[in-house]
């Protein structure tokens, strides 16, 4: 699987796709790129990480990908109370 998209693919993706759509970052538009958005997590901002944890978790959901981080869910589960 090929989780690399080029400048001209990223451009055509809406930003409903991208975890944290507002900075066009961690793009998802299919199983692969959850993963790799999971695997790229640690690099995110300190102060975006619950956003972009809840992100993931919706689009791991809706193609079927379990998220194995307990990072990530940790994260999502903080932000869920807030």
Do not use: Q
């Not at 998209?5 to 990223?10: H, L």
């Not at 409903?16 to 900075?23: A, M």
């Not at 901002?45 to 307990?70: F, T, W």
């Amino acid at each position: 699987m090929n989780d690399r998209i080029s400048y001209e693919e990223r451009k055509e993706i809406p930003d409903s796709v991208f975890g944290l759509p507002e900075r066009r970052e961690y793009p998802m538009p299919d199983a692969a790129h959850v993963r790799a958005a999971e695997a790229y997590f640690r690099y995110c901002p300190e102060e975006l990480k619950p956003k972009l944890a809840r992100a993931i978790l919706a689009r791991a959901k809706e193609y079927g990908v379990d998220v194995e981080s307990p990072t990530v869910r940790e994260y999502a589960a903080e932000s869920a109370g807030a």
